[in-house]
């Protein structure tokens, strides 16, 4: 099927936000921004404050809803934030839901997360079914609830309501549009921004041997817009590259594409900051027989080359 005529994108102005609405613009007719502010996020028709959504007119049939909002948690002080990433995130899908009824919107997608998976788990399955019983990562324990009671919300509404919604659950993305300041970023992000300076050491803060699945915000938004084409269906998928690099894998990718090779200085992570675990794999083959056009996804290399380009233009307005 085709895209819808009218996209809104709740979380417009955020990291994975920008990326959607990047990946949306020419290919649907109106993107409708809604952010805290109501601050105008380039890209989108017209940009709306969540408390005002209500005041929009009335939209296309078939306009579906991209919530990718969330609570910017800082990166250095994650474990203390539990509480206003818990209470935030349940605001934000609550209002979500209460706006799609209101009016009459029956697709949503939803920005899920790999923290769902419980902490037992070697390996992010998304065939499986959640096992609410599991405890998640007790280091993430609330953004993962968040997540969680997000999915159950979306089950929830499509039983009572009529309105589908696939919860993807992002894994690590790393890409354009997100933080500009180094010590609140995630490690990506971090080391773009590191590999941007003149240190002659790149400092890598934990086990550099921990292994994540790193994916392009790029590549993940086409995934969100790709999924419009999509009507009916119900459920939450892993977006997932669907193999794991270490984090000296992403530091070395990282300098790679500076130009410039560094010794890598190791030192302990913030202590009010998220440790997490050593591995953590997610399948991806659940995505593909969902999306079957769907491009492949850059490498951590090519995804980096790009990412510190965009970086390199943003740091020096």
């Known amino acids: 099927m085709s895209l819808p005529e009218a996209v809104v994108v709740w ?25 805290a502010s109501g601050t105008p996020v380039p890209g989108c028709t017209q940009t709306v404050a969540a408390h005002a959504v209500d005041t929009l007119p009335p939209l296309p ?13 800082f990166a250095s002080i994650f474990g203390k934030q539990q509480a206003e990433i818990l209470s935030a995130n349940l605001a934000m899908t609550e209002a979500v839901y209460r706006f799609a009824m209101a009016r009459g919107i029956t697709e949503v997608r939803a920005a899920s997360s790999s923290a769902v ?28 609830w968040s997540k969680r009671w997000g999915e159950i919300t979306a089950d929830l509404w499509s039983r009572r309501a009529g309105i589908s919604t696939i919860s993807l659950r992002l894994t ?16 990506a992000t971090a080391f773009v921004i590191r590999a941007c300076g003149d240190a002659p ?15 392009y915000a790029g590549d993940a938004a086409e ?46 992570p913030p202590a ?33 080359a790009e990412t510190l380009a965009w970086y390199r233009d943003a740091l020096r307005r």
Do not use: C
Request: charged share 25%; net charge negative; hydrophobic share 45%.
């Open 172 to 187: 690590n993305p790393y890409g354009p549009h997100d933080t500009l300041d180094e010590a609140e970023a995630h490690v």
């Open 201 to 215: 050491e790149f400092e890598v803060r934990g086990d550099p041997d921990a292994e994540r699945d790193f994916i």
């Open 117 to 144: 998976y419980p902490a037992s788990w070697d390996l992010q399955d998304d065939a499986l079914p959640l096992d609410l019983n599991a405890w998640p990562h007790e280091g993430e324990a609330a953004y993962a």
């Open 272 to 304: 009010a900051g998220n440790r997490g675990v050593k591995v953590r794999r997610a399948t991806a083959a659940r995505l593909r027989e969902l999306l079957p056009g769907l491009a492949p996804f850059r490498s951590l290399e090519d995804g980096m």
């Open 61 to 73: 049939a078939g306009t579906a809803i991209i919530h990718v909002a969330a609570f910017r948690y």
């Open 11 to 35: 979380g417009a102005s955020g990291f994975i936000g920008r990326n959607v609405v990047d990946a949306l613009q020419g290919r649907v007719a109106t993107i409708i921004g809604v952010n």
């Open 223 to 268: 995934a969100f817009v790709e999924s419009l084409t999509l009507r009916g269906v119900t459920a939450a998928v892993n977006l997932a590259h669907g193999q794991t690099r270490t984090v000296r894998d992403l530091a070395v990718a990282t300098m790679q594409a500076a130009g410039k090779q560094r010794p890598i200085k190791l030192t302990s």
